[in-house]
T-cell receptor, first 112, second 116 residues
Framework: QKEVEQDPGPLSVPEGAIVSLNCTYS??????FMWYRQYSRKGPELLMY????GNKEDGRFTAQVDKSSKYISLFIRDSQPSDSATYLC????????????FGAGTRLFVKA | GAVVSQHPSRVICKSGTSVKIECRSL??????MFWYRQFPKQSLMLMAT?????????EQGVEKDKFLINHASLTLSTLTVTSAHPEDSSFYIC????????????FGPGTRLTVL
């Protein structure tokens, strides 16, 4: 079993739809949770960063962490064609060198 | 957010040659940088952790003599792929945490290596 599981997709939605991206994990030591967006042939860009359980909102993006279920989500409201990219979840434990583990990434296509 | 640059963005080389990739933190100092490789439609695979002033830490299965890492200053780490072969063709990406010990990383734009 991988430490972080993420459905690679692809996920195709119409413009304006609400997108839900998810990851599950097995290591209860993870406390820091990130979502990155990666456009084709580019480096990943940090979208959201959360610590422990709870919700965090930034514009059209909402990140949710449920540590009891070991489940994290990223919601994108009013999706746009420019949101078409691969979304990677990532997580790590305490600071001090604990490795960041990435999900496989979900490819999202938002159709105009 | 913090800015990390990589050079070159793309390189094509013949089998057996060595290729050097630079990773720079432009507006902050990075005592630690990370090197990843990414194959098409796959996630990032950590290759090694680059430490300023000391030896890099390599992940299991990564040949340290093939992938030479030098972290010469607080803003520069280099990855040299020695005696490159076609199977080394990949997308190489570096990253750095904004502050020492921080968990969120900022990534460079990546270097696409093609070995003929």
């Amino acid at each position: 079993q991988k430490e972080v599981e993420q459905d690679p997709g692809p996920l195709s939605v119409p413009e304006g739809a609400i997108v839900s991206l998810n990851c599950t994990y097995s290591n209860s030591a993870f406390q820091y949770f990130m979502w990155y967006r990666q456009y084709s042939r580019k480096g990943p860009e940090l979208l959201m960063y959360t610590y422990s359980s709870g919700n965090k909102e930034d514009g059209r993006f909402t990140a949710q962490v449920d540590k009891s279920s070991k489940y994290i989500s990223l919601f994108i409201r009013d999706s746009q064609p420019s949101d078409s990219a691969t979304y990677l979840c990532a997580m790590s434990g305490n600071t001090g060198g604990f490795k960041t583990i990435f999900g496989a990434g979900t490819r999202l296509f938002v159709k105009a | 957010g913090a800015v990390v640059s990589q050079h070159p963005s793309r390189v094509i080389c013949k089998s057996g040659t060595s290729v050097k990739i630079e990773c720079r933190s432009l507006d902050f100092q990075a005592t630690t940088m990370f090197w990843y490789r990414q194959f098409p439609k796959q996630s990032l695979m950590l290759m090694a952790t680059s430490n300023e002033g000391s030896k890099a830490t390599y992940e299991q299965g990564v040949e340290k003599d093939k992938f030479l890492i030098n972290h010469a200053s607080l803003t520069l780490s280099t990855l040299t792929v020695t005696s490159a072969h076609p199977e080394d063709s990949s997308f190489y990406i570096c990253s750095a945490p904004r502050t020492s010990g921080a968990n969120e990383q900022f990534f460079g734009p990546g270097t696409r290596l093609t070995v003929l």
